[in-house]
Every structure is written in C-alpha cells, then in structure tokens.
C-alpha cells in the first residue's frame, strides 16, 4: 500500500531558528512529489514539484530536496508569516490522479 | 484573473437533503479534481475530469456525483447527504498530471 507519512506533526520555532520537515514515503513507483502550503480557513498553496532524486528546488527561505525514500523541506531563519501547515503530496505511476497526500506539518513560527 | 473559485464558502445540510457545490475556474486548465479534507486525514480525492465530457472516480466517489459540461466549472453534487460528508471540500486545477495543483477556497459542509 501507497504510503506517505510528515514529521513531526507539529513544530514550534524560535524566529531565526532553522529546521526541516520531512517527508518520507514507500510508494510503488514514483512520479514526482510536491509540497504545499496551508494557511488556517484557505486551499493549500502549490510551493514546488520534485521529480528526481538529487533535485533541490529553492523559494525564498524555504528549500525542497529529494532522495529515493524522503523528502526534506528546510526552512532558513524562518519569520512569523511561515506558519502554516506543510502539506507534501506523491505522484505516483499508472495513471493521472494517483496523488496521495500527507497529513501535514503544522508549524509555529514565535517573534 | 480570480483562479479557481468555489461557491458557497459555508453550508449547512440536514441529512437526507441533496446540495451542489460550484467550481468555476478561469485558468483553462483541463484538468479538475474535487478533494475532501477531515482531520487526521490527509486530502483523499473524490472525483476528477481531465477535460470537458470527462470524468471519473477517485478513492472515495460513494455519495457524490460530477459533470463537466464545460472547461471552466466542474460542480460536486450531493445526492443525500450524510453526517460522514461533513467535511471541507477543496476545488483544485492543473494543466496536465505532473504539474500541481491550484486550489480554490474550499467549501466547509455540516450535515446534522
């Protein structure tokens, strides 16, 4: 069975203080994986799409790498306005829409 | 240019009553998807079209139904509500499979 899991659930960061989400899966054939997002009320917000192995895509202070099991977001010197809940999600082979997403990571940004 | 908006924002049903959710999209992306989010849960899709005339299920169809008559709306209908479909329903459209989605602002529906 398709599986992706986030850790940690949550997470709560000093203004400045540096991290990474994670994201790992054990899915059956691998297409691509995409992170998100989520602001509290509104849609998930599309922040980058990974497609290989050894890709890295970069987007202000956040950054999205990938290895053959996991996929890492790491947030540099976060501020406030990076709360939010970090959605990833797996495009898988077979087909259009085998998508699974994660639960997400909620995280807190404190001034 | 509005992106993908979703219609109404909040509703409230009685089990039992049918109701339609709207999604209309301006970006001329053939592909349309309606996702439910509930806690604990990741999003699960419901329904999707890959362009106008069709449509097909995803892993939860049971209750609802779809049409898409035209490229821009793609509307989520359900047939008799229940308690177990209070959930938020998000509207989402991609150009093609490999790139990601755009989401409207979802839909929180009550059943009671």
């Known amino acids: 069975e398709d599986q992706v899991t986030q850790s940690p659930e949550a997470l709560r960061l000093q203004e400045g203080e540096s991290s990474s989400l994670n994201c790992s899966y054990t899915?059956?054939?691998?297409?691509?994986l995409f992170w998100y997002r989520q602001d509290p009320g509104k849609g998930p917000e599309f922040l980058f799409t990974?497609?290989?192995a050894g890709e890295e895509k970069e987007k202000e202070r956040l950054k999205a790498t990938l290895t053959k099991k996991e996929s890492f977001l790491h947030i540099t010197a976060p501020k406030p306005e990076d709360s939010a809940t970090y959605l990833c999600?797996?495009?898988?082979?077979?087909?259009?829409?085998?998508?699974?997403f994660g639960i997400g990571t909620k995280l807190q940004v404190i001034p | 240019n509005a992106g993908v908006t979703q219609t109404p924002k909040f509703q409230v049903l009685k089990t039992g009553q049918s109701m339609t959710l709207q999604c209309a999209q301006d970006?001329?992306?053939?592909?349309m998807s309606w996702y439910r989010q509930d806690p604990g849960m990741g999003l699960r899709l419901i329904h999707y079209?890959?362009?106008?005339?069709?449509?097909d299920q995803g892993e939860v169809p049971n209750g609802y139904n779809v049409s898409r008559s035209t490229t821009e709306d793609f509307p989520l209908r359900l047939l008799s509500a229940a308690p177990s479909q209070t959930s938020v329903y998000f509207c989402?459209?991609?150009?093609?499979?490999?790139?990601?989605?755009?989401f409207g602002s979802g839909t929180r529906l009550t059943v009671v």
């Open positions: 999600a797996v495009l898988l082979s077979g087909g259009y829409q085998k998508v699974t």
């Open positions: 899915v059956s054939g691998l297409r691509g």
């Open positions: 990974l497609y290989s």
């Open positions: 970006m001329n992306h053939e592909y």
């Open positions: 079209s890959v362009g106008a005339g069709i449509t």
């Open positions: 989402a459209v991609s150009p093609s499979t490999n790139y990601g989605y755009t």
